[in-house]
């Protein structure tokens, strides 16, 4: 069974530019999440999905955000126009049902310069 | 909003020492897991706790939940080089989220 995977595995892009993460989960896993993990702090919830319905996104900073997940398959985080205070490594995280074992991507290390 | 704190924020032990984090919530909890991400990776699930007072053991690894559903610790016997990394509890807030605490970053001195 393949695991999440995440793409890009870096990215650098400047102030005011926009960047799109791709998230793919783990296949009939209805829940999604994104995280996000800023300077080896904690790892703050973005936002979540069951299929592709946005269930509770209220850790998403701002409306330069935002995240789809269209037919309810992989989703897509963008961040548009990035700011400095953005970079970090995103994660996504896929379950089979609420509460259940959380599987994560390695990550998408975002640098804004 | 539902908080998780984790404590310590940092240690740093001796390899062969033990080492323990706890996790702490505002709130009654349903179940609560652990994971684990070692420095560059991606945090990696260890174990769900559901019942009070739930303890479980993983080689060296040790899990209880507190008989209040509020709080947990993680306890590691006998510390390994391979155990670096920083420890997060994760636990469901509200109907559908699933927050994490602030991590405890473990550094073990060989």
């Known amino acids: 069974e393949a695991g999440v995977t995440q793409f890009p595995s870096h990215s650098v892009i400047e102030k005011g530019q926009t960047v799109t993460l791709r998230c793919d989960p783990i296949?009939?896993?209805?829940?999604l999440y994104w995280y996000r993990r800023v300077m080896g702090k904690e790892i703050k919830f973005l936002l979540h999905f069951v299929k592709e319905s946005k269930q509770d996104e209220s850790g998403m900073p701002n409306n330069r955000f935002l995240a789809e997940r269209t037919g309810g398959t992989y989703s897509t985080l963008k961040v548009q126009p990035a700011e400095l205070e953005d970079s970090g490594v995103y994660f996504c995280?896929?379950?089979?049902?609420?509460?259940?074992?959380?599987?994560f991507g390695q990550g998408t290390r975002l640098t804004v310069v | 909003g539902q908080q998780v704190m984790q404590i310590p924020q940092y240690q740093h032990v001796q390899e062969g020492e033990d080492f323990t984090t706890y996790c702490n919530s505002s709130?009654?909890?349903?179940?609560i897991q652990w994971y684990k991400q070692r420095p560059g990776g991606h945090p990696v699930f260890l174990i769900q706790l559901v019942k009070s007072g739930e303890v479980k053991k993983q080689k060296r690894l040790t899990f209880q939940f507190g008989e209040a559903k509020k709080n947990s610790s993680l306890h590691i016997t006998a510390t390994q080089t391979t155990d670096v990394g920083t420890y997060f509890c994760g636990v469901g807030s509200g109907t559908y989220k699933y927050i994490f605490g602030t991590g405890t970053r473990l550094k073990v001195l060989a």
């Open positions: 995280a896929s379950t089979r049902q609420v509460n259940t074992e959380a599987f």
């Open positions: 709130t009654t909890l349903s179940n």
């Open positions: 296949s009939g896993h209805d829940n």
